[in-house]
């Protein structure tokens, strides 16, 4: 056993892992430089959001309070949605690339008809993957815990340690997700169009929910639900351990789906 897909994976998307890497680093760097000049800014805020409808203040988090402290700020500016945009956009990709990539590259004939079989290919890909995306969200909490250090303020880091397995799971989630759509289609344009949507509508609906009572019923359909308040995470260690393993256990059943998709499905 060499795990060869496994490597090639790691090796297709090495420069991919420095770019969103090195990405990751100045914009999280970035936020936290602001923070400073913003916490000594409470009275403009406070009447800037003061304009702002409370139902809407409220679904986007914003309040004087939240911006005063770096959790509360982070959470708004960086990691409720910027960061979840920046990590889905990985995420989509490297799951598109499972399947229906090497369809579009004419490689699959040769990819799944060795004499492995295709679930054991794609659970290379997969791992490989998702090794990935651990390491770029390493790199986020290392980069903005340093930043947040370097401003002389003093990062929780039982919250930071509480976002990484949030954001793991939320991440296993996604790319279990990707896959099973992967192994569906044939081209990784449609894989894109429809977790595209899906990410649209997610957000859409978590927007809603908080201005709309009737939306709020089926908030239960956007995956950031199950994400939570990054500024309880950060600030309290807070984790809804119910919403952890929902996002575990739909994550497993895409990923048990997509291995039998593969596995009849005529390439």
Not at 167 to 189: D, E, I, Y
Request: aromatic share 16%.
């Amino acid at each position: 056993m060499n795990f060869s897909f496994f490597k090639k994976t790691l090796q297709d998307y090495k420069w991919t892992t420095v770019w969103y890497s090195v990405m990751i680093i100045l914009y999280g760097v970035m936020m936290v430089a602001f923070f400073p000049s913003i916490r000594d800014q409470q009275e403009e805020l406070k009447k800037l959001i003061e304009v702002y409808p409370p139902s809407l203040a409220e679904a986007f988090g914003m309040s004087a309070e939240t911006f005063g402290t770096i959790e509360g700020f982070l959470s708004v500016e960086y990691f409720s949605f910027i960061w979840v945009i920046i990590i889905a956009i990985l995420i989509f990709s490297l799951g598109a690339s499972q399947v229906a990539g090497e369809i579009d590259k004419k490689t699959s004939e040769f990819a799944f008809t060795l004499p492995i079989r295709r679930k054991k290919i794609v659970l290379e890909k997969f791992a490989a993957s998702f090794l990935i995306i651990l390491f770029v969200i390493f790199v986020t909490i290392v980069s903005t815990i340093i930043g947040i250090y370097a401003i002389k303020e003093t990062p929780n880091l039982k919250g930071f340690l509480a976002f990484g397995v949030v954001a793991s799971v939320l991440s296993f989630f996604l790319l279990s997700f990707t896959t099973l759509l992967s192994a569906m289609f044939s081209n990784k344009g449609r894989v894109y169009a429809v977790c595209g949507g899906f990410f649209t509508l997610s957000y859409l609906v978590h927007v809603l929910a908080g201005i709309n009572e009737k939306v709020k019923d089926f908030y239960f359909l956007s995956f950031l639900k199950y994400y939570g308040s990054p500024e309880d995470i950060l600030a309290n260690a807070s984790i809804d351990i119910k919403d952890v393993l929902v996002l575990l256990g739909m994550g497993m059943i895409f990923l048990i789906i997509s291995l039998v998709v593969i596995e009849e499905r005529d390439l």
